[in-house]
């Protein structure tokens, strides 16, 4: 793999909503805090929408436009190409840039089914093999105060892991009225709720414990059917094709146990992605609406023990020395600045990034079985005559 002329890699995004905000942020701000072996270069912003796409690369600062992908991923221009798309693009956009050379990196879910992740995750294998990287962007896991949790939890602060609790709540669907959108479509989104926030947890847990599920029992949910279409008829509405909230025990290979609950109607959570962790001598929690904090419980400080708070803002904890002074706080834009520090280096020192496609596959196939499961049925037992549902 050749990188970019001058000490730089020529990035090439496609997509400009929430996620290609958030990432142009990440290029154009990581190698102005981090030392980087090579300065990312914002080359190419791909839209399907000429006017659309130019006033989003004015705006966050891209050097030039492509309506097509597949001329963003052919140009020479581009080294690394960024997918910041709906899920039903994956898999084409990722495969393709990987034939071409050029290194990825692919916003989560990986895909929309298990059988595109696993195309993705072959691509990926046979593409490292040639020096060409890639990896998912579960963000969370730069998380200063996650990525320190999972220290501490491989440094066997916790223990035996036997407890593993996630959360994750948002409510912007609560209001029945709230418009259409593709993530409530299957064909674009692949699930709702379970992909778009039950894949992050799985990912944030199966990363902080060092430890991968193996089963789940699961129960979804749709409560509105059908919403208004943005931009349609008086009146018109449309079929909503996902789940709006997944929940679901799992069983970790060790041994613990744990809960998942996501979704996108808890009336006055906004992104409360929370994490607890209970081990044999010690428990960790972390609630994103607080990231910069950290609770930790350790059983050793005896009867003088308790949850005590954690800032997660000194120069030693990870990523936090490039930034600001102790208690001078970070953000949910950091997260993916961090993902951006770890990709280069990665791709300058010739070794593969995590969370990987592989790691991208594993968290498919959970959602999947989630999903297998809720249809299915665990076995309910009904509380007035014990027999089952
Ligand atoms: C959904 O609302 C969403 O934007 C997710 O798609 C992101 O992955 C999450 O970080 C924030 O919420």
Not at 179 to 186: D, F, N, T, V
Not at 224 to 243: N, Q, S, W
Not at 247 to 256: C, V
């Amino acid at each position: 793999m050749t990188e970019g002329s001058g000490g730089r890699i020529g990035v090439g995004m496609v997509g400009h909503a929430f996620m290609g905000a958030v990432h142009s942020h990440a290029w154009r701000s990581a190698h102005r805090f981090f030392d980087l072996p090579m300065v990312p270069h914002l080359a190419v912003l791909g839209g399907r929408d000429l006017a659309r796409t130019k006033a989003a690369a004015a705006k966050y600062g891209w050097a030039s436009v492509q309506t097509d992908w597949r001329e963003l991923v052919a140009s020479d221009d581009v080294q690394l190409v960024d997918i910041c798309t709906p899920g039903d693009t994956h898999a084409e956009i990722a495969i393709a840039a990987l034939a071409a050379g050029k290194h990825v990196l692919c916003e989560k879910p990986l895909a929309n089914t298990v059988a595109e992740a696993e195309e993705m995750a072959a691509a990926a294998e046979q593409a490292a093999a040639r020096g060409v990287r890639s990896m998912v962007a579960f963000n969370y896991r730069r998380v200063p105060a996650i990525a320190y949790a999972r220290r501490l939890i491989e440094e066997g602060r916790l223990g035996t892991v036997r407890h593993v609790r996630a959360v994750y709540l948002q409510d912007w669907l609560s209001d029945e009225q709230a418009p259409m959108a593709w993530r409530l479509r299957k064909d674009k989104a692949g699930s709702g709720a379970l992909g778009d926030l039950g894949a992050h947890i799985v990912d944030a847990t199966q990363y902080l414990v060092g430890d991968l599920l193996t089963g789940v029992s699961a129960v979804t949910n749709t409560f509105v059917h059908k919403r208004p279409v943005e931009g349609g008829a008086p009146g018109e509405l449309g079929d909503v094709t996902v789940d709006d909230a997944a929940l679901f025990l799992g069983r970790f290979a060790s041994g613990a146990v744990a809960s998942y609950e996501a979704t996108r109607f808890a009336l006055g959570r906004k992104n409360a992605m929370r994490v607890e962790v209970n081990g044999s001598l010690g428990s960790l929690a972390f609630d994103f609406e607080s990231m910069n904090e950290l609770s930790f419980f350790d059983s050793s400080e005896g009867d003088s023990a308790g949850f005590r708070r954690i800032l997660v803002t000194e120069p030693t904890h990870p990523y936090v020395g490039a930034w600001w002074p102790p208690g001078h706080l970070l953000g949910y834009e950091h997260t993916f600045t961090h993902e951006v520090v770890d990709l280069v280096r990665a791709i300058a020192d010739g070794t593969d990034p995590r969370p990987s496609f592989a790691d991208g596959l594993q968290v498919q196939r959970v959602l999947e079985a989630v999903e297998r499961s809720a249809v299915q049925g665990s076995v309910w037992t009904d509380i007035q005559t014990g027999a089952a549902q």
